[in-house]
């Protein structure tokens, strides 16, 4: 029996029980749910990193868009996860954590988007950390690298605006990095350039 006619079989034996409407709706709601993910095979690629590490731009650099993920001159505006499908990769703009003017319930609310999407239990290929190249990693930078190798999700760090830099100070800014965050001489960095293109084909040759 495979796994849609095994979630039939249960919807049938939910249906036929002595338990109570709410608790039928709920099952079956999870049964859905379940259903639904076994039958999505898009691959997910999830974009996390501080509100100023520029994921929009980097998004629509990645899939050769101009506006495709918009950009904002306001820090932190991005509220919600928005997702950018390309054939069967569909990309997950996750909301950028930091931003020091947000209220805390707001924080804590973009804290339990990200880990929610996280614990979906989707198909997760990649997930993508960004940090700005210029500045050493945050402390929720470093939280989130403690989490990625803890949670065993594949991902890499790609450090962003590298354009800002000369190239013997992107070589020292990507040899401190090594020491800056955990884990740091086993994650594969890439630094990349919206703006100039570099690392682009890099990145998406991943």
Not at 86 to 95: A, H, I, Q
Not at 138 to 143: E, T, Y
Request: proline content about 2%.
């Amino acid at each position: 029996m495979d796994v849609v006619q095994t979630i039939q079989t249960l919807r049938n034996i939910i249906k036929t029980s002595l338990l109570s409407d709410s608790v039928k709706l709920s099952l079956s709601q999870k049964l859905d749910t379940i259903e639904h993910r076994w039958k999505d095979k898009s691959l997910y690629v999830g974009i996390v990193g501080e509100f100023s590490s520029g994921k929009s731009t980097l998004i629509n650099a990645i899939l050769g868009r101009k506006a495709l993920a918009r950009t904002s001159s306001q820090p932190g505006k991005t509220r919600t996860i928005n997702f950018y499908g390309v054939e069967d990769v569909v990309f997950v703009d996750l909301p950028g954590y930091g931003y020091a003017k947000v209220a805390k319930s707001e924080k804590y609310r973009w804290s339990e988007l990200i880990e929610g999407y996280f614990n979906q239990k989707r198909n997760v290929a990649l997930v993508i950390l960004l940090v700005d190249i210029r500045h050493e990693p945050s402390k929720l930078d470093v939280q989130m690298v403690d989490y990625l190798v803890e949670m065993e999700y594949p991902f890499i760090v790609v450090l962003t605006k590298a354009d800002k830099l000369s190239a013997r100070q992107k070589e020292n800014r990507l040899k401190a990095f090594r020491g800056e965050l955990p884990y740091g001489d086993k994650i594969h960095m890439l630094a990349v350039s919206s703006q100039t293109g570099e690392g682009i084909e890099q990145l998406r040759a991943l």
